[in-house]
Each structure stands twice: as C-alpha cells, then as structure tokens.
C-alpha cells in the first residue's frame, strides 16, 4: 500500500475509534449518572410532593362538601382534580399522577409499571406483608416515584360500599363517571398510587 494511503488509512481509522470510545464513554457516564441518584432522596422527595398535593385536592374537596356535601364533592373531584394536579405539576417541575387498578377517571389509568407495582402489593397485603414506595429509573433519564395511597375514612363516602354510597350520590358519580370502578373499598383499603415523574436533571440541583 502506498505510504500516503496507509497514514490516511490509519489516522481515518483513530479518528473512527476515538469517536466510538467517546460515545460509549458518553452513555456509560449517562448510566452512571443515573444510578448514583440517591434513592431516599428520590422518596423524600416524592413524599413532600405527594403530601402537599393531598393536601390541596383533599382540603378543596372537604370545603366543598362541607358546603353543598357529598354530591358537591363529586362536583369538585370532577371539575378541578385533574386541574389542580396539572398546576401541582407545573409549580414542582414534575408529572403528578394518582392511578389505581380501579378507576373512577379514565385519564388516571395505570401504565404497565404501575399496574406491575398496585398487583405486587394487593399481593404483598393478601399475604400480610408492608409495602412500602418505589424508585423506577428510565433510559431517559427520567426518575418515578410510586407510593401508595391508602383510602381515607372521608374517602367512604364516594368510594365506600353500597352502606355508604346513597342512590343519589351513586347517580351523580355514574354522571360524571358512566365506567366507575373505584367503589367497594373500606377504611386502610390500597385504593391506587400516587406516580411521581422528576424529568432528567432533576435531581441534579438537590
């Protein structure tokens, strides 16, 4: 081979190694990155977040009832849940979800992580086992927080069995909600998840 190919040959093919050497390296530092989060400060994290969104839903449903009752509630769960869950979002920087294996809102469906997670625990409960949150790490750098919601005893109102259901408030539900599923629970039942998504980066500032 001619002296001038062969030094091209070789410098084209350094140059073909160092930029795969560097994408791997690129990945594996992504990787990296990505396992060293700290999963209690994930969990922390998602808490407060899902504590101050209870707290705003929960605290709005209760003025509501609390003026016009049940049937206001139902009016107000309805109307302004999947508002407030919206705006929650926007200010923490994050995607709120509540999701269940039995929903009342269409839109709150569970994906196949969360129903892999809500069945591992109906599981982990029929066998008196605790259960406790989860911490999903996705290839896209995004982070999920997945705790648990236990029913409420002013939760049995809305999704209590037909003891606390009244007719009137069984039509007003089916009125907004004509696939309900989410009755028949009792006080401490697992009624779904709260679903925390942090993008990528998130965790960077902590």
Same mark, same amino acid.
């Given at each position: 081979? =001619?002296? @001038?190919?062969?030094?091209?040959? +070789?410098?084209?093919?350094?140059?073909?190694?160092?930029?795969?050497?560097?994408?791997?390296?690129?990945?594996?530092? /992504?990787? *990296?990155?990505?396992?060293?989060?700290?999963?209690?400060?994930? &969990?922390?994290?998602?808490?407060?977040?899902?504590?101050?969104?209870? @707290?705003?839903?929960?605290?709005?449903?209760?003025?509501?009832?609390?003026?016009?009752?049940?049937?206001?509630?139902?009016?107000?769960c309805?109307?302004?849940?999947? &508002? $407030?869950?919206?705006?929650?979002?926007?200010?923490?920087?994050?995607? +709120? @979800?509540? !999701?269940?294996?039995? &929903?009342?809102n *269409?839109? *709150?469906?569970?994906?196949? /992580? /969360?129903?892999?997670?809500? =069945?591992?625990?109906?599981?982990?409960?029929?066998?008196?086992?605790? &259960?406790?949150?989860?911490? $999903?790490?996705?290839?896209?750098?995004?982070?999920?927080?997945?705790?648990?919601?236990?029913?409420?005893?002013l939760? $049995?109102?809305?999704?209590?069995?037909?003891?606390?259901?009244?007719?009137?408030?069984? !039509?007003?539900?089916?009125?907004?909600?004509?696939?309900d599923?989410? +009755?028949?629970?009792?006080?401490?039942?697992?009624?779904?998840?709260?679903s +925390? !998504?942090?993008?990528k980066?998130?965790?960077?500032?902590?």
């Amino acid at each position: 081979m =001619n002296t @001038k190919y062969s030094i091209l040959f +070789i410098a084209s093919s350094l140059f073909l190694f160092s930029c795969n050497d560097s994408s791997k390296e690129s990945k594996k530092s /992504e990787v *990296n990155t990505l396992s060293s989060i700290d999963n209690a400060i994930v &969990i922390k994290k998602g808490k407060e977040i899902a504590m101050s969104s209870f @707290k705003v839903l929960s605290g709005d449903l209760k003025a509501a009832m609390k003026k016009g009752g049940p049937i206001a509630g139902v009016e107000v769960c309805s109307s302004k849940a999947m &508002i $407030l869950s919206d705006s929650l979002s926007d200010v923490y920087g994050v995607k +709120i @979800k509540r !999701t269940s294996l039995k &929903i009342r809102n *269409n839109k *709150n469906s569970a994906n196949t /992580e /969360e129903k892999q997670i809500l =069945n591992k625990w109906e599981s982990s409960i029929s066998e008196g086992k605790k &259960i406790s949150p989860e911490v $999903l790490k996705h290839d896209d750098g995004s982070v999920v927080f997945v705790a648990p919601i236990k029913l409420k005893s002013l939760c $049995l109102t809305c999704h209590g069995t037909s003891e606390t259901l009244t007719p009137d408030l069984k !039509t007003e539900i089916l009125k907004h909600y004509p696939k309900d599923a989410a +009755i028949g629970y009792k006080e401490n039942d697992l009624r779904g998840a709260w679903s +925390i !998504t942090f993008p990528k980066g998130y965790f960077d500032k902590e």
